[in-house]
Protein backbone atom coordinates (compact mmCIF):
# COMPACT_ATOMS: atom_id res chain seq x y z
CA UNK A 1 0.00 0.00 0.00
CA UNK A 2 1.05 3.76 -0.95
CA UNK A 3 2.06 6.19 1.95
CA UNK A 4 0.01 9.61 1.50
CA UNK A 5 2.25 12.14 0.46
CA UNK A 6 1.46 14.95 3.14
CA UNK A 7 3.78 15.43 6.40
CA UNK A 8 6.25 13.12 4.90
CA UNK A 9 9.84 13.97 3.98
CA UNK A 10 10.51 14.14 0.07
CA UNK A 11 14.14 13.16 -1.50
CA UNK A 12 16.29 15.50 -3.06
CA UNK A 13 16.93 15.37 -6.94
CA UNK A 14 19.88 15.91 -8.04
CA UNK A 15 20.92 19.60 -8.85
CA UNK A 16 24.52 21.00 -10.82
CA UNK A 17 26.23 21.42 -7.14
CA UNK A 18 27.80 18.50 -7.58
CA UNK A 19 28.84 18.90 -11.51
CA UNK A 20 29.85 22.61 -10.69
CA UNK A 21 31.62 21.65 -7.66
CA UNK A 22 34.86 20.28 -8.93
CA UNK A 23 38.20 20.52 -10.37
CA UNK A 24 38.81 19.14 -13.55
CA UNK A 25 42.53 17.84 -12.81
CA UNK A 26 43.40 14.57 -12.36
CA UNK A 27 43.64 12.80 -8.94
CA UNK A 28 47.33 12.03 -7.86
CA UNK A 29 46.97 8.69 -8.10
CA UNK A 30 47.23 8.59 -11.57
CA UNK A 31 50.29 6.87 -12.93
CA UNK A 32 51.77 6.86 -16.40
CA UNK A 33 50.12 2.87 -16.96
CA UNK A 34 46.40 4.02 -15.82
CA UNK A 35 44.55 6.02 -17.93
CA UNK A 36 42.95 9.49 -16.44
CA UNK A 37 39.24 8.31 -16.31
CA UNK A 38 40.34 4.79 -14.86
CA UNK A 39 42.31 7.10 -12.15
CA UNK A 40 39.33 9.15 -11.80
CA UNK A 41 37.06 6.12 -11.29
CA UNK A 42 39.47 3.98 -9.01
CA UNK A 43 39.96 7.58 -7.12
CA UNK A 44 36.09 7.28 -6.77
CA UNK A 45 36.13 3.96 -4.76
CA UNK A 46 39.52 3.49 -3.32
CA UNK A 47 39.46 7.56 -2.02
CA UNK A 48 36.03 7.83 -1.49
CA UNK A 49 34.45 4.83 -0.80
CA UNK A 50 31.69 5.20 -3.30
CA UNK A 51 30.93 0.81 -4.11
CA UNK A 52 31.37 0.83 -7.75
CA UNK A 53 31.63 3.40 -10.54
CA UNK A 54 31.51 3.13 -14.51
CA UNK A 55 32.15 5.59 -17.51
CA UNK A 56 30.61 4.54 -21.01
CA UNK A 57 32.21 6.58 -23.17
CA UNK A 58 30.70 6.98 -27.38
CA UNK A 59 33.13 8.74 -29.72
CA UNK A 60 32.28 8.83 -33.51
CA UNK A 61 31.23 4.94 -33.66
CA UNK A 62 33.23 3.57 -31.09
CA UNK A 63 32.51 2.97 -26.87
CA UNK A 64 34.27 2.34 -24.58
CA UNK A 65 33.37 1.18 -21.27
CA UNK A 66 35.27 1.86 -18.04
CA UNK A 67 34.73 0.17 -14.83
CA UNK A 68 35.99 0.19 -10.69
CA UNK A 69 34.78 -0.70 -7.86
CA UNK A 70 31.89 -3.19 -7.03
CA UNK A 71 28.17 -3.12 -8.74
CA UNK A 72 27.18 -5.28 -5.44
CA UNK A 73 28.92 -5.09 -2.06
CA UNK A 74 27.80 -8.73 -1.23
CA UNK A 75 28.31 -10.77 -4.05
CA UNK A 76 31.75 -8.69 -5.45
CA UNK A 77 29.94 -8.43 -8.97
CA UNK A 78 31.44 -5.48 -10.79
CA UNK A 79 29.14 -2.65 -12.10
CA UNK A 80 27.48 -4.64 -15.22
CA UNK A 81 28.18 -3.18 -18.71
CA UNK A 82 25.32 -0.70 -19.57
CA UNK A 83 23.07 -1.33 -16.72
CA UNK A 84 20.04 0.48 -15.78
CA UNK A 85 19.88 2.96 -13.46
CA UNK A 86 18.04 6.37 -11.70
CA UNK A 87 19.20 8.96 -13.54
CA UNK A 88 17.52 12.02 -11.08
CA UNK A 89 17.99 15.40 -12.36
CA UNK A 90 18.70 14.44 -16.29
CA UNK A 91 15.17 13.84 -16.30
CA UNK A 92 15.13 17.68 -16.58
CA UNK A 93 16.59 17.80 -19.64
CA UNK A 94 14.21 15.46 -21.14
CA UNK A 95 11.15 17.28 -20.10
CA UNK A 96 12.82 21.02 -21.46
CA UNK A 97 12.96 18.96 -24.82
CA UNK A 98 9.49 17.99 -24.54
CA UNK A 99 8.36 21.24 -23.91
CA UNK A 100 10.40 22.93 -26.55
CA UNK A 101 8.85 20.83 -29.29
CA UNK A 102 5.64 22.09 -27.97
CA UNK A 103 7.01 25.46 -28.74
CA UNK A 104 8.26 24.59 -32.03
CA UNK A 105 4.74 23.60 -32.91
CA UNK A 106 3.09 26.48 -31.64
CA UNK A 107 1.25 25.15 -28.74
CA UNK A 108 3.32 26.38 -26.00
CA UNK A 109 5.04 29.56 -25.96
CA UNK A 110 8.17 30.35 -23.78
CA UNK A 111 7.60 33.58 -22.70
CA UNK A 112 3.56 32.82 -21.81
CA UNK A 113 2.82 32.89 -17.92
CA UNK A 114 2.12 29.24 -16.51
CA UNK A 115 -1.12 30.88 -15.52
CA UNK A 116 -2.22 30.55 -19.21
CA UNK A 117 -1.66 26.52 -19.19
CA UNK A 118 -2.04 25.98 -15.90
CA UNK A 119 -4.63 28.93 -14.19
CA UNK A 120 -4.86 28.85 -10.78
CA UNK A 121 -2.00 26.80 -9.82
CA UNK A 122 0.85 29.48 -9.34
CA UNK A 123 0.02 32.31 -6.81
CA UNK A 124 2.40 34.58 -9.01
CA UNK A 125 0.76 34.81 -12.34
CA UNK A 126 4.19 36.64 -13.58
CA UNK A 127 5.88 33.41 -13.92
CA UNK A 128 6.58 32.44 -17.30
CA UNK A 129 7.03 28.75 -18.92
CA UNK A 130 10.64 29.80 -19.72
CA UNK A 131 11.49 31.02 -15.80
CA UNK A 132 10.75 27.66 -14.82
CA UNK A 133 13.07 25.71 -16.88
CA UNK A 134 16.07 28.40 -16.12
CA UNK A 135 15.13 28.15 -12.55
CA UNK A 136 14.45 31.94 -12.49
CA UNK A 137 11.16 31.53 -11.04
CA UNK A 138 11.46 32.14 -7.32
CA UNK A 139 9.29 28.94 -6.36
CA UNK A 140 10.66 27.00 -3.43
CA UNK A 141 12.71 23.63 -4.10
CA UNK A 142 9.81 21.49 -2.28
CA UNK A 143 12.71 18.93 -2.10
CA UNK A 144 14.46 21.40 0.66
CA UNK A 145 11.56 20.82 2.80
CA UNK A 146 12.62 18.00 5.22
CA UNK A 147 16.17 15.79 5.25
CA UNK A 148 17.18 12.53 4.24
CA UNK A 149 17.20 11.28 7.24
CA UNK A 150 14.69 7.78 6.94
CA UNK A 151 14.97 6.84 3.51
CA UNK A 152 12.62 4.06 4.53
CA UNK A 153 9.94 5.95 5.01
CA UNK A 154 10.48 6.90 1.31
CA UNK A 155 10.68 3.80 -0.10
CA UNK A 156 7.21 3.55 -1.20
CA UNK A 157 5.89 6.94 -1.11
CA UNK A 158 4.32 7.88 -4.10
CA UNK A 159 3.14 11.82 -5.09
CA UNK A 160 0.80 13.67 -7.62
CA UNK A 161 2.24 16.29 -8.94
CA UNK A 162 -0.17 18.94 -7.75
CA UNK A 163 1.07 17.46 -4.28
CA UNK A 164 4.52 18.30 -5.02
CA UNK A 165 3.75 22.06 -5.92
CA UNK A 166 1.27 22.40 -2.68
CA UNK A 167 4.66 21.48 -0.26
CA UNK A 168 6.65 24.37 -2.58
CA UNK A 169 3.85 26.77 -2.06
CA UNK A 170 3.73 26.65 1.50
CA UNK A 171 7.31 28.86 1.29
CA UNK A 172 7.33 32.30 0.22
CA UNK A 173 9.23 32.91 -3.30
CA UNK A 174 12.93 32.97 -3.11
CA UNK A 175 12.46 36.40 -5.12
CA UNK A 176 10.72 37.78 -7.85
CA UNK A 177 10.65 36.23 -11.04
CA UNK A 178 13.09 36.59 -13.35
CA UNK A 179 15.61 38.56 -10.75
CA UNK A 180 18.00 35.56 -9.63
CA UNK A 181 18.83 31.95 -10.03
CA UNK A 182 17.77 29.67 -7.70
CA UNK A 183 17.52 25.65 -8.42
CA UNK A 184 14.33 24.58 -7.89
CA UNK A 185 12.53 20.66 -8.37
CA UNK A 186 9.23 22.72 -8.37
CA UNK A 187 9.96 24.24 -11.94
CA UNK A 188 9.92 20.64 -13.66
CA UNK A 189 6.53 19.57 -11.86
CA UNK A 190 5.44 22.30 -13.18
CA UNK A 191 6.96 22.01 -16.49
CA UNK A 192 5.62 18.51 -16.33
CA UNK A 193 2.13 19.49 -15.67
CA UNK A 194 1.84 21.79 -18.48
CA UNK A 195 3.33 19.22 -21.28
CA UNK A 196 0.89 16.76 -19.99
CA UNK A 197 -2.59 19.20 -20.05
CA UNK A 198 -0.95 20.71 -23.22
CA UNK A 199 -0.38 17.25 -24.89
CA UNK A 200 -4.11 15.77 -22.72
CA UNK A 201 -1.43 13.05 -22.15
CA UNK A 202 0.83 11.43 -19.73
CA UNK A 203 4.20 13.12 -19.60
CA UNK A 204 5.79 9.02 -19.71
CA UNK A 205 4.05 8.66 -22.83
CA UNK A 206 5.20 11.99 -24.39
CA UNK A 207 8.69 11.54 -23.59
CA UNK A 208 8.20 8.01 -25.39
CA UNK A 209 6.35 9.61 -28.24
CA UNK A 210 8.72 12.14 -29.02
CA UNK A 211 12.44 10.91 -27.36
CA UNK A 212 13.04 7.61 -26.95
CA UNK A 213 10.99 5.99 -29.44
CA UNK A 214 12.54 7.78 -31.74
CA UNK A 215 15.87 7.63 -30.98
CA UNK A 216 15.54 3.71 -30.12
CA UNK A 217 16.29 4.23 -26.51
CA UNK A 218 14.83 0.98 -25.39
CA UNK A 219 16.18 1.52 -21.75
CA UNK A 220 14.94 4.81 -21.12
CA UNK A 221 11.49 5.59 -19.29
CA UNK A 222 9.52 7.93 -16.77
CA UNK A 223 8.09 5.49 -14.50
CA UNK A 224 4.36 5.74 -13.74
CA UNK A 225 3.33 5.65 -10.02
CA UNK A 226 3.60 2.39 -8.61
CA UNK A 227 6.39 1.18 -10.69
CA UNK A 228 8.96 0.74 -8.06
CA UNK A 229 11.18 -2.35 -9.69
CA UNK A 230 14.30 -1.30 -11.22
CA UNK A 231 14.87 -3.30 -14.18
CA UNK A 232 17.69 -5.43 -15.00
CA UNK A 233 20.79 -5.85 -15.25
CA UNK A 234 21.93 -3.21 -12.94
CA UNK A 235 24.08 -2.42 -10.29
CA UNK A 236 22.67 -2.06 -6.98
CA UNK A 237 21.98 1.47 -5.73
CA UNK A 238 22.74 2.14 -2.17
CA UNK A 239 22.46 4.86 0.68
CA UNK A 240 24.67 4.90 3.64
CA UNK A 241 22.59 4.48 6.66
CA UNK A 242 24.08 4.62 10.57
CA UNK A 243 27.64 3.85 8.50
CA UNK A 244 26.05 0.94 6.71
CA UNK A 245 25.01 0.76 2.75
CA UNK A 246 21.39 0.09 2.06
CA UNK A 247 20.22 -1.62 -1.21
CA UNK A 248 18.22 1.69 -2.69
CA UNK A 249 17.68 0.21 -5.76
CA UNK A 250 14.06 -0.36 -6.03
CA UNK A 251 11.45 2.49 -5.09
CA UNK A 252 9.02 4.56 -5.40
CA UNK A 253 10.02 7.18 -7.97
CA UNK A 254 6.75 9.59 -8.28
CA UNK A 255 8.19 11.75 -5.41
CA UNK A 256 10.91 13.51 -8.31
CA UNK A 257 8.46 12.80 -11.35
CA UNK A 258 9.57 15.15 -13.93
CA UNK A 259 12.44 16.92 -11.48
CA UNK A 260 14.43 13.31 -11.53
CA UNK A 261 12.14 10.14 -11.74
CA UNK A 262 13.99 9.01 -15.06
CA UNK A 263 15.32 5.58 -15.48
CA UNK A 264 18.14 4.90 -18.15
CA UNK A 265 21.08 3.16 -19.05
CA UNK A 266 24.91 4.98 -20.16
CA UNK A 267 24.81 3.68 -23.50
CA UNK A 268 21.09 5.63 -24.24
CA UNK A 269 22.36 9.10 -22.14
CA UNK A 270 25.06 9.27 -24.25
CA UNK A 271 22.48 8.80 -27.61
CA UNK A 272 20.20 10.86 -26.05
CA UNK A 273 22.75 14.09 -25.28
CA UNK A 274 24.78 13.21 -28.83
CA UNK A 275 21.44 13.54 -30.74
CA UNK A 276 20.07 16.45 -28.51
CA UNK A 277 23.20 18.70 -29.25
CA UNK A 278 23.16 17.41 -32.84
CA UNK A 279 20.20 18.95 -33.72
CA UNK A 280 18.17 15.71 -34.02
CA UNK A 281 15.65 16.71 -31.13
CA UNK A 282 14.92 20.89 -31.91
CA UNK A 283 14.56 22.36 -34.75
CA UNK A 284 17.78 25.37 -34.65
CA UNK A 285 15.70 28.22 -32.75
CA UNK A 286 14.83 26.09 -30.04
CA UNK A 287 17.96 24.67 -29.63
CA UNK A 288 19.66 28.09 -29.34
CA UNK A 289 16.84 28.60 -26.78
CA UNK A 290 17.79 25.75 -24.72
CA UNK A 291 21.86 26.58 -24.92
CA UNK A 292 20.75 30.34 -23.94
CA UNK A 293 22.32 30.18 -20.55
CA UNK A 294 22.42 32.43 -17.62
CA UNK A 295 24.78 32.28 -14.50
CA UNK A 296 24.16 29.23 -12.74
CA UNK A 297 24.73 31.63 -9.23
CA UNK A 298 26.43 28.83 -7.32
CA UNK A 299 29.73 30.77 -7.19
CA UNK A 300 31.79 28.51 -9.62
CA UNK A 301 33.89 30.80 -12.73
CA UNK A 302 32.17 29.62 -16.26
CA UNK A 303 29.16 27.81 -14.67
CA UNK A 304 25.94 28.74 -16.19
CA UNK A 305 22.78 27.05 -16.98
CA UNK A 306 20.07 27.38 -20.11
CA UNK A 307 16.41 25.46 -20.46
CA UNK A 308 17.14 22.74 -18.96
CA UNK A 309 20.99 22.19 -19.79
CA UNK A 310 23.87 22.88 -18.18
CA UNK A 311 27.12 23.77 -19.50
CA UNK A 312 30.68 24.28 -17.75
CA UNK A 313 34.29 24.97 -19.12
CA UNK A 314 36.04 21.95 -19.51
CA UNK A 315 40.47 21.70 -20.05
CA UNK A 316 39.45 21.18 -23.95
CA UNK A 317 36.82 23.25 -24.56
CA UNK A 318 32.79 22.96 -23.30
CA UNK A 319 30.51 20.48 -21.77
CA UNK A 320 26.69 20.00 -22.16
CA UNK A 321 24.82 18.31 -20.18
CA UNK A 322 23.27 17.39 -16.70
CA UNK A 323 24.22 16.34 -13.53
CA UNK A 324 21.85 13.60 -11.98
CA UNK A 325 21.29 12.58 -8.17
CA UNK A 326 18.57 10.92 -6.74
CA UNK A 327 18.67 7.58 -3.35
CA UNK A 328 21.16 5.15 -5.07
CA UNK A 329 22.53 6.82 -7.89
CA UNK A 330 24.52 9.67 -9.00
CA UNK A 331 25.50 10.48 -12.76
CA UNK A 332 26.70 13.06 -15.27
CA UNK A 333 25.99 12.88 -18.51
CA UNK A 334 26.83 15.39 -21.47
CA UNK A 335 29.00 16.19 -24.96
CA UNK A 336 32.41 17.86 -24.85
CA UNK A 337 34.16 18.73 -28.01
CA UNK A 338 34.04 17.33 -31.15
CA UNK A 339 31.01 15.76 -30.08
CA UNK A 340 32.75 13.34 -27.75
CA UNK A 341 29.95 11.88 -25.18
CA UNK A 342 30.38 10.66 -21.77
CA UNK A 343 27.57 9.11 -19.13
CA UNK A 344 29.79 8.78 -15.62
CA UNK A 345 27.49 6.77 -13.12
CA UNK A 346 28.06 5.77 -9.68
CA UNK A 347 26.26 3.18 -7.37
CA UNK A 348 25.47 5.58 -4.04
CA UNK A 349 23.51 8.79 -3.10
CA UNK A 350 23.81 11.12 -1.25
CA UNK A 351 27.94 10.67 -2.33
CA UNK A 352 30.80 11.52 0.13
CA UNK A 353 32.00 15.50 -1.09
CA UNK A 354 35.53 14.22 -2.52
CA UNK A 355 33.51 12.14 -5.21
CA UNK A 356 32.00 15.40 -7.26
CA UNK A 357 35.93 16.13 -7.94
CA UNK A 358 36.75 12.83 -8.85
CA UNK A 359 33.23 12.53 -10.94
CA UNK A 360 34.01 15.64 -13.05
CA UNK A 361 37.76 14.82 -13.31
CA UNK A 362 36.94 11.56 -14.46
CA UNK A 363 34.23 13.52 -17.16
CA UNK A 364 36.75 15.80 -18.22
CA UNK A 365 39.47 13.27 -18.89
CA UNK A 366 36.76 10.71 -20.68
CA UNK A 367 36.13 13.98 -23.18
CA UNK A 368 39.61 16.12 -23.24
CA UNK A 369 42.06 12.78 -22.84
CA UNK A 370 40.61 10.41 -25.43
CA UNK A 371 42.59 7.76 -22.93
Known amino acids: MRKSLPGKRIVACGTLVALLAATT????SATTTTSPVQ??????????????????????????????GRGDVATGKPFPRNGSFRAGSVTKTFVATVVLQLVAEGRVKLDAPVERYLPGLLPDKRITVRQLLQHTS?????????????????????????????MALKHPPLFAPGTDWSYSNTNYIVAGMIAERVTGHALTDEI?????????????????????KLPEPHAVGYVRVDGNLVDFSDYETTMAWAAGGLVSTPADLDRFYGALLGG????????????????????????????????????CGEFWGHEGGILGFTNLAGVGPQGRRVTVVLNQNPTPAAANQHMLAATDAALCSGK
Open 25 to 28: AAPA
Open 39 to 68: ASLDALTAQDGVPGAEAVIQDHGRTRVVRS
Open 138 to 166: GLYNYTDDLPLNDPESLRHLGADPAELVV
Open 208 to 228: GRRITRPLGLRDTYLPRRGDE
Open 280 to 315: QLLRPAQLAEMQRTVPAGLGIPGARYGLGLGSIPLS
